[in-house]
């Protein structure tokens, strides 16, 4: 079993490596041979996860890392029943995202390059899901923020794409350097950062207010990775790379990696409930925040970028109450109808040739059936319609908030559940239904269905968006993926737990996202309102939200500028130039060479000098010896 984690690991690496190295020649087939690797790593880790599902914890140290005193770090790979779930989600999720690029990217002059950056960043997400340790969950934390970097900014020739690459770049070292933070806590406290000696002793070596301290720092680097409020910016900039880059950002790796730390240290959080209130706190703004932004966007990439805002928000909610369970639960299926929101959406901008506007589309659906069925099953899932995934895992999300005492946020999640069947079924019915918005535009630019090779992928994440939220159902008194994930991450011990009728708290999140859907329909279908009349009804608000709350215009006067000034008139100017160059190397320079010029007279040349020197130096010391003697 060794060997089949390490390759599972190593697959998708020398797709990277043949790709990148080889990608002149490998080019027609570069598709294949990253989505083969990708294959390779999803078959593999259906062993692991068969073992797991019987019982056991698969774990294998390969070799120590840099032993230093009573610090020694053990480098190897983990699977127990949190890793298997991530270990499901990100090969097949991944594959599929693969497969449907060589579709999708088809003609590309970067058709090699963009697949090894792919394999790079799966290869990443896998180190940090499966490494048995908070170092290598840092080693594939840093992995994913430099492959999103060259995935975002792939289309370097746009200064959108390229300025877009370095955002996220940017912002994520702000988390990233709370992360770091917390896992220096974490070796300080504990001699060790590997799972199996850090979490058994976590109750009796961590006080309170430690454990508060390092559950902030680490909650500081998820906020980064998975773009919650305020660390959120980067994330709609990110839509800038190829559509496959966003789904497999929002759905199988990047921003899933906050979630998943978050529920791996619950041992840390569990003795923390400040930090966890943090958490729940900002997840719930987060959701209703993000979501108000997609009520009013008008590009399809934008409005999936802030409703992944919003689901992330639920998952945090999730993790945030100390029910880890449905955090998890709730990134799986969100996995799975995001992933296929965004497939579905590239495949309306590959036969659109790249428009994004949904004010220029409308009657899609004559010309892209299948494409308009899986949108409908995945807008089904994401606005928690039964017996779609999504309704399973954020009506155990929004349940579980209600009876471990946090009323507020069951409130704002169930208005923000209303919300996103609004935004997102305004999204399908403007797009696929009603009439065309231009006339013959879709003649002139041949508008048709996806190929197979983008339809299949779409496909097989259709159908789990149906089923994949049955393992949250009671069988045999229990829910087999809580069952499952608990072992791992236990609840959190409620003093009080209250109980309401599961029966009520359903009714009310279906009907929220009935409502939400019923609304869309009357204004884009009926039209018995419109979207206009309502825009101007509510100008200020329309404004507001259209511009996103002026956030990026605010962080470019209030922080980049500000920042740029200090950098360029005083770091640069005064500390770089003056006191550094002028100051340090160039007067380093200039005391060498008064000192060179004093000590030319001398060397002259001439033996007598020199004897005159010996013999003064001969006498000086004699003197310094006698004078010491007596």
Known sequence: MSGILLFIVLAPLIGFVINGVFGKWT???????????????????????MSVLNGNIVEHIYYTWLPFKEVAVPMGLRVDALSAVMLFVVTFVSTMIHI????????????????????????????LILGNSYVLMFVGWEGVGLASYLLIGFWYEKDTASDAGEKAFVVNRIGDAGFLIGVMFIIYYFGSATYADVFPRAEEVLSPAVATI??????????GKSAQFPLYIWLTDAMEGPT???????????????????????????LAPIAQEVVASVGAFTAFYAATMALTHKDIKRILAYSTLSQLGYMFIGV??????????HLMTHAFFKGLLFLGAGAVMHSMRGLLSIDLMGGLKKHMPQTAILMVIASLAISGIPPFAGFFSKDAILAHALEFGHPIIWVVGEITAFMTAFYMFRFV????YGEEKVPNLYHELHTHE????????????????????????????SIPFEHLVTQIAPNTEIPNEAHYSEALLIGVSVTMGLLGILTAWLIYIKKILTAEGVARTFRPVYTLLANTYYVDEFVACCIVKPFWWV?????????????????????????????GFLLRYVQTGFVNHYAYWVSLGAIVLSGWYIVKII
């Open 567 to 595: 950098s360029r008139n005083l770091l640069w100017k005064i500390v770089d130039v003056e006191i550094i160059d002028k100051g340090g190397v160039d007067g380093a320079g200039w005391l060498a060479s008064r000192i």
């Open 320 to 329: 945030g109450i100390g029910a880890y369970w449905t955090g998890i639960f």
């Open 100 to 127: 449907y690029s060589i579709g999708y990217m088809h003609g590309d002059p970067g058709y090699s390059r963009f697949f090894a950056y792919l394999n790079l960043f799966v290869t990443a997400m896998l180190i």
């Open 244 to 270: 496959p880059v966003s789904s497999l950002i929002h759905a199988a790796t990047m921003v899933t990696a906050g979630v998943y730390m978050v529920a791996r240290s619950n041992a840390i959080f569990s």
């Open 450 to 477: 996806a190929p197979s090779v983008m339809t299949l992928p779409m496909w097989a994440l259709g159908i789990l968006s149906i089923v994949g939220g049955f393992v949250g159902l009671h069988y045999g008194g």
């Open 429 to 432: 019915f403007t797009v696929f």
């Open 214 to 223: 390092i559950g902030l720092a680490l909650f500081l680097g998820a906020m």
């Open 27 to 49: 080019k027609p087939y570069a598709g294949i041979i990253a989505s083969l690797a990708l294959a390779t790593s999803f078959i593999l880790g259906l062993f692991p996860i």
